[in-house]
């Protein structure tokens, strides 16, 4: 898994398994969370956001989770792609900024 | 694409050059910003424009000025820099400053020598 401020996790799984990539933030009023992708020689690519009233959200292929009571937050996809290998980081947002995690490498395996 | 774009993509100078780096978006967003990102550690945000106004100076050194003429518009212009300044620097833009997804550009990569 990740935290904001840590070194940085791989996480390898074969193609058409589903991955879950994790985040533990770190300030309780955070009320905005978001996950981006970043590949290689590319800036990060929005995927998903979540707001705190929320526990679940879900787009195409991605399901994002947040557990307010420990400060973590997750992210899942779904029948992983080889085009899903990047770096994934989640972010929260805090006096209105976003506060980014070091990031947690996604390798997929054909 | 994301709509933003930065110019140059790579760039090598030496301490003792000056240099600007381009940012442009075509979202027509009202806020910009000017991250560093360095090897396996988090973004760091550097500066905030909301309405070509300075918002967030995040303790950045003065040997980074950033300039924002116009809400599509962002340049920072480097001097007498570091080698520890070496890094991916990425631009961002939303439609304020929070909380709103950020839109990066692809970034420009830096090398001080």
């Known amino acids: 898994g990740e935290s904001v401020g840590l070194h940085l996790p791989t996480l390898s799984v074969q193609e058409g398994d589903n991955s879950i990539i994790n985040c533990a933030y770190s300030?309780?009023?955070?009320?905005?969370f978001i996950w981006y992708k970043q590949e290689s020689g590319k800036g990060p690519q929005f995927i998903i956001d979540i707001r705190s009233n929320m526990d679940k959200r879900q787009g195409q292929r991605v399901t994002v989770l947040l557990n307010k009571t420990v400060k973590h937050l997750s992210l899942q996809i779904a029948a992983t792609q080889p085009g899903d290998s990047a770096v994934y980081f989640c972010a929260e947002e805090y006096g209105n900024k976003l506060v980014f995690g070091a990031g947690t490498i996604l390798r997929v395996k054909s | 694409e994301t709509g933003v774009t930065q110019t140059p993509r790579h760039l090598v100078m030496g301490m003792t050059n000056k240099k600007s780096l381009k940012c442009e978006q075509h979202l027509g967003h009202n806020a910009m910003y000017w991250y560093k990102q360095s090897a396996k550690k988090p973004l760091e945000l550097m500066f905030v424009?909301?309405?070509?106004?300075?918002?967030e100076n995040n303790s950045v050194p003065s040997r980074f000025s950033p300039e924002c003429p116009n809400s599509s518009h962002l340049f920072l212009h480097l001097h007498t820099l570091q080698p520890e300044d070496s890094a991916l620097y990425l631009c961002?833009?939303?439609?304020?400053?929070?909380?709103?997804?950020?839109?990066f550009g692809p970034g420009t990569r830096l090398t001080v020598t």
């Open positions: 961002a833009s939303s439609q304020g400053t929070a909380p709103y997804e950020q839109y």
């Open positions: 300030n309780s009023a955070s009320d905005y």
């Open positions: 424009y909301n309405f070509k106004e300075q918002t």
